[in-house]
C-alpha cells in the first residue's frame, strides 16, 4: 500500500469515528459484514427510529480545522457554528419568537400553542440545515433564543424602571431553569431535525433507486 493510500485510509477511518461519536449510521466498507444482534434489531428505539445512515457526497465538516489541546471540545464547536452561521442563528430568532409567544399567552392559548409549535419547529430546523453536528446547532438555537428573550424581558423591566436587584435569587433560580430548557429542547429538537433530514435522503435515495430498477 502506498503512502498516498494509506494517508487516505487513515483520514477515512477518522470520518468514520467522528460519525460514530456522534451517533450517526456509519455505513459499513467494502467486504465488512454488519453485525446486527437481535436486541438491536428489536429494540424499542430502533422501531421507532430506524437507522439512518450519514447524508451523502458532504465534505468533511473539520477540514480546514487544526486545532489540538485540551480545549479542542470547545474550538472545535465554535468551528463548526462558525462555518454555518444562518443554520443556527436564523433558526434561534425563530426560537426566540415561539418561546415569547409562549410566555405571553400560555399553554392553553392558542397563540401560546403555536408559539409554542414555533419554537420546536426552529430547533428543528436547526438541526435540519445543522448537517454538520445537528445536536451542537440545536442547542445553539436553543440557548440563542433563550438569551434574547431573556434580554427582552430585562429591558422591557428596566424601561419600566425595574433595578436588576429587585428580581430576586427566585428569578434568578427560574432562568436557570428556563435556559436548561431551552438548551435540552434544542439539543433533542436538533437531534430530531437531524435524523429526519438522513432520513428523508434515504427514503429518497432508495425511491430513485427501485424506479430505475423498473
Known amino acids: 500500500m502506498s503512502t498516498d493510500d494509506r494517508s487516505a485510509s487513515r483520514a477515512e ?19 465488512e459484514v454488519e453485525v446486527v444482534t437481535p436486541r438491536q434489531r428489536g429494540s424499542f428505539v430502533n422501531r421507532m427510529f430506524p437507522p439512518a445512515p450519514a447524508l451523502p457526497s458532504r465534505p468533511d465538516p473539520l477540514k480546514g480545522f487544526s486545532g489540538e489541546g485540551p480545549l479542542r471540545p ?6 463548526l457554528l462558525r ?7 436564523l433558526p434561534g430568532m425563530g426560537a426566540f419568537v415561539g418561546y415569547i ?5 400560555g399553554a392553553e392559548n392558542v397563540l401560546g400553542l403555536v408559539g409554542t409549535f414555533i419554537m420546536f419547529g426552529s430547533l428543528i430546523a436547526a438541526g435540519w440545515f445543522g448537517w454538520q453536528r445537528p445536536t451542537l446547532f440545536g442547542t445553539a438555537a436553543g440557548i440563542l433564543g433563550f438569551v434574547a428573550a431573556t434580554a427582552l424581558i430585562l429591558l422591557t423591566f428596566a424601561g419600566q424602571g425595574v433595578s436588576p436587584d429587585t428580581f430576586g435569587l427566585n428569578a ?3 432562568l436557570f431553569f428556563q435556559a436548561l430548557y431551552l438548551s435540552g429542547l434544542g439539543f ?17 435515495t432508495d425511491q430513485r433507486a427501485r424506479q430505475r430498477r423498473r
Open 172 to 174: 434568578i433560580g427560574q
Open 74 to 79: 470547545i474550538t472545535v464547536r465554535l468551528y
Open 83 to 89: 462555518q454555518n452561521p444562518f443554520a443556527w442563528i
Open 101 to 105: 409567544a409562549s410566555l405571553s399567552y
Open 188 to 204: 433533542l429538537g436538533g437531534w430530531y431535525g437531524g435524523y429526519l433530514r438522513r432520513r428523508q435522503t434515504q427514503l429518497s
Open 13 to 31: 477511518a477518522r470520518r468514520r469515528a467522528r460519525l460514530a461519536a456522534r451517533g450517526e449510521f456509519v455505513e459499513p466498507e467494502e467486504g
